[in-house]
Nanobody, 122 residues
Framework: QVQLVESGGGLVQAGGSLRLSCAAS????????MGWFRQAAGKEREFVAT???????YYADSVKGRFTISRDNNRNTVSLQMNSLKPEDTATYYC????????????????WGQGTQVTVSS
């Protein structure tokens, strides 16, 4: 069982930056691929970024070059650095863990956090 708790969301102006963090419980964090997804009001939850058990990253085209995912297996955390934010990045951001390693597909993820709201004003 893995419990995930996101933090770091908030209100920021377009062009600004935010850093989201996800703290995971459990002793097997390093065995999971981790991902960030987001869901805007009235839309489907969509993939943002994923990282493998030790390294290897993959990003949605919409955030490539602006967002960076990283993990610290000693601290059981995964982070999402978001730069050059745009109003269309406004959404609830979710951290997720996958036993199968990194994935872009939300159905591959076994555990989810409660989400943290990011609002980007124009």
């Amino acid at each position: 069982q893995v419990q995930l708790v996101e933090s770091g969301g908030g209100l920021v102006q377009a062009g600004g930056s935010l850093r989201l963090s996800c703290a995971a419980s459990g002793r097997t964090f390093s065995s999971y691929g981790m991902g960030w997804f987001r869901q805007a009001a009235g839309k489907e939850r969509e993939f943002v970024a994923t990282i493998g058990r030790s390294d290897g990253t993959y990003y949605a085209d919409s955030v490539k070059g602006r967002f960076t995912i990283s993990r610290d297996n000693n601290r059981n955390t995964v982070s999402l650095q978001m730069n050059s934010l745009k109003p269309e990045d406004t959404a609830t951001y979710y951290c997720a863990a996958s036993r199968g390693g990194w994935s872009r597909a939300r159905y591959d993820y076994d555990y989810w956090g409660q989400g943290t709201q990011v609002t980007v004003s124009s």
